[in-house]
């Protein structure tokens, strides 16, 4: 049921690829916030929907049994994880770690084809040079350090039909982590008539793939690539702070600047009180938004975690993937694919309509 799990099962709907998808959460569909594609999608006579905590062996064990009469399933796309960052290692270590070994042994003792693992580009070391799959690995989130020890662990297991995939930042309708905290909190400067500025640069790479582009690639990976191949997502925007912020421009009617890296490296010598405070002039105006605009309950925050405010340079070569055959449909971000993916919250009453 989460951001990239809903834009999978309608992929697989509307191009009709699958005669038997089951998705498996503790969320139900009726309390996840889907928007009418989604929610439509998970009515589709293939679909079934299954509640089951997949941290526990009993949980991940009903996940894989086939009901009465059918015959097993074929792939796995383990989509399941921790994916808010600033967690305990604990989190990390049952939620992502944890799960993924789980859901792998399940896969080898149930004879699947295909295990589609998906891991994340922060993996590698940041670097304005594009990171290819061969690429220095050095992980700069708690998230991506767990998801590495995923990845090994599972290389490590006999019999495991293992493919891996690392996407940029995920982003489109019923993302909350991606680039949603940007856009909320351009919102927020909206909102307090202010000139938005970020730490660092323009330049700063934060390169990204939109979640469409994500499922098509999932798919074809899980049709076309070798056991024991491993890939990236990236599309062709080479995406940065200052070409996000060109986009928030013009939607919401604000200026945008940076800090640079005078006051950010000064700001980087006490960042735990700087993220605080960045944080407590958004949180409130963003509170107030909501209320003005009848939201008592949203998922969306502009709450930004201190592991995602130093200078890491996310930049991502996710061309490899097009040799499957594979095209990038949304290779720029743009303003209209933003405006988008805040309709998706506006028609759900969970972002204002400003």
Known sequence: M?????????????????????????????????????????NAANVEFMQANLTSDAGMKKAYAPAE??????????????TKYGQTEEVYSEKVLGLSKKAATQAIESGVTKFVEASTA?????????SGVDSKISPWTNLAKYKLQAENELKGMSGLPLIIVRPAIVYGPGDVAGVSPRVITAAVYKHLKEKMKFLWSGDLKLNTVHVRDCCEAF?????????????????????????????????????????????????????????????????????????????????????????????????VDGSAVESLGFTYKHPQMTEELIREQIKYYVDQNLFPQI
């Not at 309390?31 to 998970?42: I, R, V």
């Not at 922060?122 to 594009?130: A, D, I, R, T």
């Open 2 to 42: 989460g951001f990239i799990g809903r834009n999978m099962v309608q992929y697989l709907v509307e191009n009709d690829l699958a005669n038997k998808i089951r998705a498996v959460d503790k969320v139900l569909p009726s309390t996840a916030n889907l928007g009418s594609g989604h929610a439509e999608a998970f």
């Open 69 to 82: 009469g059918e015959s097993k399933f074929e792939i796995v796309f383990n989509l399941a994880a921790e």
């Open 122 to 130: 922060q993996v590698y070391s940041e670097g304005k040079k594009p």
């Open 219 to 315: 798919w074809v990976i899980s049709q076309k690539a070798d056991i024991g191949t491993v890939w990236n997502l990236a599309d062709k925007n080479d995406t940065n702070q200052e070409k996000i912020n060109k986009i928030l421009e013009p939607i919401f009617g604000i200026k945008t600047g940076f800090f640079g890296s005078m006051i950010s490296q000064a700001a980087k010598l006490k960042l735990k009180m700087v993220t605080e405070e960045i944080n407590d002039k958004h949180l409130k105006p963003w509170s107030d938004l909501c209320k003005e605009n009848n939201i008592l309950n949203t998922p969306l925050t502009p709450y930004i975690d201190q592991e995602l405010l130093y200078n890491n340079s996310l930049s």
